[in-house]
């Protein structure tokens, strides 16, 4: 038999239709049903890439050692600029590649925002207009608007060197802007002391429906504390958006042009043939054509395989040499300095070579276009088993010469690494199997980033400082797990949730650190 709480009549069957159960929670907690739900919101991306002239470059740096020192003193000019999850910049440094092809130094500047691009473009114009006018002006970039002139040549400016190459992104906190992961976060303080305060002898379902009362009750609940608080603690979000297959498909960074071109010769082809076979085979046109692009598509894949295999990875292996021991140690140390870090979030840059030839280019370019379709279906903020992951991007830069990987991670950059290694080695291996000094791999996806220590000496090896890095919450405690979880606190607020929901939703609470 069960225990009743004073203040909660409990609904009598754990049985009866959702609907009534919501409704018999309603009434209790005087939770509003049918309110507008919050919106989920999927952040945007800008990343503006500016050449710069070789002399300037120590300039450029010294004046992003200080807008860099600004934000760890809690004074930036970013903090102003509203909807900012993370930004940064970093510099690459100059190449000189095969055929004496010279990859000129540039400044990488990139953001994960909130709302639209052309509001966030203007908040940057306006709002952290010094901290701009610092970094590009004073003849740091030739083309950069002087300070007299108005706020839509900032704009300009950005545009025009907005980079639009191929790119593949993940987001581990997915459906959540700012200002929600902020509110979630106090919401889950507020609930976790409530917890706290109720006798621990009560079952799980009444201390679940107490704290519904607590969040509905107008005269001594939350509300009483915060009501903008105890609104929102009743407002759930929206679902995750619905996108067809070929929405996805289409949606994903483009159709560039060499896909059109293969998709025309595909076509055209089956064409061909079906004109041509189908009538000899007794087959129907749309049969024969099938039929056709299957067999090219095959084909494609099995000479391309064949070449990877065959020719080009066993002539890579021998061309593969792994850092010593004593230079990954001083490039390790000197990374956790200059990159600060630490507990929580991290950032993360790492920048290399695309291997010559074509056959590396278009697979490169394939397999970022393959993670970032599947990227966009993730809603659970797991990325092949790994949880660590805030916002990551792959882009290929300097006309796809070289490949740059920035990411915002909890953890040490080892354990990253090894979680890797661990969970995503195949997708890990199709990427960086593209680029120079990555362990040798079979196949594309075999061996590679599995074998740990070299892997960690390869990748470690080509990550560069990122010389300014903003993070929008309150502190670098936000981690992902954290985020999620308080989005789950939230959710299930929100529901009648089944009895294990409500086990994990306490656990969580009773976990809670503020």
Known sequence: MRAEHPHIELPRNDREPRQIQLAAVSRVAGLPLGAQPIAWETPDRLTVIVPLDPERVAAVRRALAVVEDSIRHDNSALAKVAGIHVARWVLLPSRVRERGIEVRPSLVMATVFDGTREKHLDTLATTARPLLDWIYGNGNCPDYPERAQIATDVCDFLERHEDHGRVAQYVGTPGRSVQTIVD????????????????????????????????????????????????????????????????RLLGVAGITTPAVVGIVVAVALGLAVGLWFGPLAGLGLGATVLLAEVGFVAMVAAVWT?????????????????????????????????????????????????????????????????????????????????????????????????????????????????????????????????????????????????????????????????????????????????????????????????????????????????
């Open 306 to 514: 064949l070449l990877l295999v065959a020719v080009v990875e066993p002539r890579e292996t021998l061309e593969w040499i792994q850092a010593s021991p004593s230079e990954f140690r001083k490039h390790n140390s000197d990374l956790r300095t200059a990159d600060n870090e630490g507990p929580g979030m991290n950032r993360m840059t790492i920048l290399t070579d695309v291997k010559p030839g074509r056959l590396r280019a278009w697979t490169m370019r394939f397999v970022l276009w393959l993670i970032d379709f599947r990227s966009r279906g993730n809603f659970e903020g797991n990325l092949q088993g790994v949880e660590t992951i805030h916002f990551a991007e792959w882009r290929l830069v300097d006309g796809g010469r070289r490949l740059l990987f920035s990411s915002n991670y909890d953890g040490s950059a080892l354990s990253y690494f090894a979680d890797f290694s661990e969970n995503a080695a195949p997708g890990v291996n199709a990427i960086w199997s593209n680029t120079e000094g990555f362990p040798p791999t079979t196949a594309l996806i075999g061996e590679g980033s599995r074998d740990l220590e070299a892997f960690e000496n390869a990748a470690r090896i080509h990550q560069i400082a990122t010389d300014v890095w903003y993070c929008g919450y309150p502190n670098r405690r936000f981690t992902t797990r954290r985020i999620n979880d308080n989005a789950r606190v939230h959710r299930l607020l929100t529901e009648f949730p089944t009895p294990s929901e409500v086990a994990e939703w306490l656990a969580i609470l009773r976990g809670y650190a503020a």
């Open 184 to 247: 979630e976060d106090r919401l889950t303080q507020c609930l976790a002391e409530f917890v706290r305060s109720l006798p621990t002898d009560l079952p799980n379902t009444q201390v679940f429906l107490e704290a519904k009362r607590f969040v509905g009750d107008e005269g001594n609940g939350l509300a009483k504390q915060d009501r903008a608080l105890a609104r929102f603690a009743q407002t759930p979000v929206e679902p995750p958006p619905r996108r067809s297959l070929l929405r």
